[in-house]
């Protein structure tokens, strides 16, 4: 099982419907991160969370710590949200950077 | 130049070459990461770097050799790959290696290895 699980895997929606992607870990924590990947390959990060909730344009992510439970929420979808979402998180360890371990990703499609 | 840059952006490359990527952040920050990201599988750590110095080898096959000379640059030397080490690398920064930061993201390097 891995540490980090997305779910669902592939999700295909209509322009304007509400979207929330699910993630949920296994590890301690110190940050969760949502990022974003286009056709091509880029990634962009669009959270970093350790509580509560966290919003930004179209897109809030919420975290529950106790639960180890975050989701992705995207209002009022559009096509150019199509992108795969991938749920990462840095581990809780004393000091120095963390490489991240990642989901599998969340392939979204928004149809117009 | 802005951000984080990768290149080449795309190598095609024999089992018996020796080939070099070479990842630049024009951030100012200390902390630089190698991932590799495999067809149907997650992206993995490979290597972290802090102030020019390895913190953290997830177990990576000595055919990869990472390189450090600055806080701005970072390599990932490759010598006697094989077909599965076909994957898209990436490169990413962060600010300060004493805490979790936000993580910036290179557009990658799309290799296959024939």
């Known amino acids: 099982k891995n540490e980090v699980e997305q779910s669902p895997q592939n999700l295909t929606a209509q322009e304007g419907e509400f979207i929330t992607i699910n993630c949920s870990y296994s590890v301690g924590i110190s940050a969760l991160h949502w990022l974003q990947q286009h056709p091509g390959g880029g990634i962009v990060s669009l959270f970093m969370?350790?509580?509560g909730k966290k919003k930004h344009g179209r897109l809030i992510a919420t975290i529950n710590i106790q639960e180890k439970h975050s989701s992705l929420h995207i209002t009022a979808s559009h096509p150019r949200d199509s992108a795969v979402y991938i749920c990462?998180?840095?581990?809780?360890?004393?000091?120095?950077?963390?490489?991240?371990?990642f989901g599998k990703g969340t392939h979204l499609i928004i149809q117009p | 130049e802005t951000g984080v840059t990768q290149t080449p952006r795309h190598l095609v490359m024999g089992m018996t070459n020796k080939k070099s990527l070479k990842c630049e952040q024009h951030l100012g920050h200390n902390a630089m990461y190698w991932y590799k990201q495999s067809a149907k599988k997650p992206l993995e750590l490979m290597f972290v770097y802090n102030f020019k110095e390895q913190t953290e080898n997830n177990s990576v096959p000595s055919r990869f050799s990472p390189e450090c000379p600055n806080s701005s640059h970072l390599f990932l030397h490759l010598h006697t790959l094989q077909p599965e080490d076909s994957a898209l690398y990436l490169c990413a920064s962060s600010q300060n290696p004493g805490r979790t930061d936000t993580q910036y993201f290179g557009p990658g390097t799309r290799l296959t290895v024939l």
């Open positions: 969370l350790s509580s």
């Open positions: 990462a998180v840095s581990r809780a360890q004393g000091g120095g950077a963390d490489g991240l371990t």
